[in-house]
């Protein structure tokens, strides 16, 4: 282990992305072509550290039982593990307590979750939800869903030439009285950080709840979901470093304690005869049957080893890779990054077109360099439309990449440049 | 460097053969692949029996792999039953790119091969006019 820091209670630290290496096995062997992999994709998917690898083995190998039922010892124990993992997050996020934490598959399952239980219950015909042209599908179409069952209307804050919210137009639609704004925290094609607090005050004074997507900032930077007063955050573990399979839906628990169940089934009762159910308090009444426990105390162990570098060390490390990539880019002839080119305002993703060479084309000649990066539309076509291209090259940091992952980016793009003839 | 982009594939994606619009046609199909904005629109015209391929052409835009594909596949449909077409096994589309062709690129390489069988078997094409659809 080459982990360069001692616990959380240690003064934060910067992060060395080249250091921190050894901890992800992934990084280990070279690639199929001989390469030191250069990970730039994390915004799609994080690579995870042994310590997390080996906390989901402990449990299943030591720990294991199902939670919530057993009266014996080792479900005793999961149970403890288990819920021990929803008090982890909560204190992560700042949330005010774990029954304000909610267990689920992924972001894309908790914002279902708030477009089933609380908008089915909520929103009705001719109402309005406001979502951004920036959103992933995953904060776009369960609300064009929930609008297509109740009769409401999706509108969408356009999004500026730099790929940032247009605050002007989100005003003028916060007028029409929505009964949700649902927004990224940081897009994940533009890399935007959107300005939350402001935000919400502006939707908050026009009667709008509001759901942040939190995947792509929970895992980057500090977030505190009660700072920032929205209403609900969903996250997933597997962008955080934690397994894939659990994520997280955080709401303020006036809102969670108002809302009908989702799911149904075993857990989420506290009493069922044949006539009638009643269910269980929250956030139990949304997590029906067994959940993922392993993966729960998988997410708990990729927080430990987050809260270890220390948030701020994390969103500093990221900032100035950013900083070099964005510049490095830049220079290359016929290579145009989108976003905003303000470090301060733009996270750890990074979306670029390449003149004259198709994203699909650019990504597989940096996979044979090594370089593993997203391409495609990202699920978010109505932004692809926007900047009227069919897809882009995304390269995404993390805390395990460093300046020779940066440099190795160029190289690739400049080597697809000769190979197109582009260069 | 993988030889994915071998000179074969590079000169058919630079200069395609059997580029442009075929007027009048017999037969067209046109398909986009949402993923990646791929796009292909193929005319064919037919021989008098009407059972087999006179001419072909397409238009297009997308990845080297797709179009390079196109301009290949092309290439070899002159002559050839629509009823031989039908059957086509789209192994051998792959085949004749001799270059390796893993799964991620797959939809790439065989949108060709999904224009041609909506084109021999009648399909309605994903849009009516002929070149590019208006993106």
Known sequence: ?423 | MDNLYRDFILEHYREPHNRGVLEPHDLHHAESNPTCGDELSLTIQLDATGTAVADVAFVGRGCAISQASASILSDGLRGRALSELAALDPETVIAELTVPIGPARRKCALLAWKVLQGAVRGEPAEWPDVPLSPT
């Not at chain 1, 730039?40 to 998917?45: G, I, N, T, V, W």
């Not at chain 1, 869903?145 to 919210?165: H, I, K, M, N």
């Not at chain 1, 094609?189 to 300005?195: A, D, K, S, Y």
């Open chain 1, 1 to 423: 282990m080459s982990l360069q820091h001692a616990g959380p209670a240690s003064a934060p630290r910067a992060v060395n992305g080249t250091a921190l290496r050894a901890d992800f096995p992934a990084l280990a062997g070279p690639t199929r072509d001989g390469h030191r992999l250069a990970f730039l994709d994390s915004a799609a998917s994080s690579l995870k550290p042994q310590a997390v690898i080996d906390a989901i083995a402990d449990l299943y190998a030591h720990h294991y039982a199902n939670v919530h039922r057993g009266i014996y010892e080792l479900s005793e124990d999961a149970t403890a593990r288990y819920e021990a993992a929803r008090t982890r997050v909560a204190a992560f996020i700042g949330a005010a307590s774990g029954r304000e934490v909610v267990f689920v598959r992924n972001a894309t399952e908790a914002i279902n979750l708030v477009a089933y239980s609380w908008g089915d219950a909520t929103v009705d015909a001719g109402d309005i939800i406001l979502a951004t042209q920036m959103e992933h599908h995953a904060n776009l179409v369960p609300w064009q869903q929930l609008a297509a069952r109740r009769g409401a209307a999706v509108e969408y804050v356009a999004v500026t030439d730099d790929g940032r919210l247009d605050l002007d137009d989100l005003r003028e639609r916060l007028t029409h009285g929505p009964r949700l704004l649902a927004v990224t925290h940081v897009s994940n094609v533009l890399g935007t950080i959107n300005p939350i607090a402001e935000i919400v005050e502006l939707a908050h004074a026009a009667g709008a709840l509001v759901l942040l997507d939190a995947a792509q900032s929970v895992p980057h930077a500090p977030v505190d979901v009660t700072a920032l007063g929205i209403d609900f955050a969903a996250f997933s573990a597997h962008k955080m470093l934690g397994p894939s399979g659990i994520g997280v839906l955080w709401a303020r628990r006036t809102i969670l304690e108002a809302m009908p169940p989702f799911m149904t089934g075993g857990n989420m009762i506290s009493r069922v005869t044949l006539e009638r159910t009643e269910f269980a308090e929250v956030p139990g009444r949304f997590e029906a049957g067994t959940p993922a426990i392993a993966e729960a105390v998988g997410l708990a162990a990729a927080i430990d080893y987050l809260d270890a570098l220390g948030m701020a060390a994390v969103r500093a490390h990221e900032r100035d890779l950013f900083t070099a990539a964005w510049e490095a880019l830049t220079s290359i002839r016929g290579v145009q990054p989108l976003g905003p080119a303000d470090p301060e305002l733009h996270g750890g993703a990074i979306s670029f077109v390449v003149d004259g060479i198709h994203p699909h084309d650019v990504a597989s000649v940096l996979d044979a360099h090594g370089v593993a990066v997203r391409a495609g539309h990202h699920c978010a076509q109505p932004l692809m439309d926007r900047f009227g291209v069919p897809a882009t090259t995304r390269a995404s940091l993390y805390v395990y990449n460093d300046l020779d992952d940066i440099e190795r980016l160029v190289t690739a793009i400049r080597g697809a440049q000769q190979l197109f003839g582009q260069a």
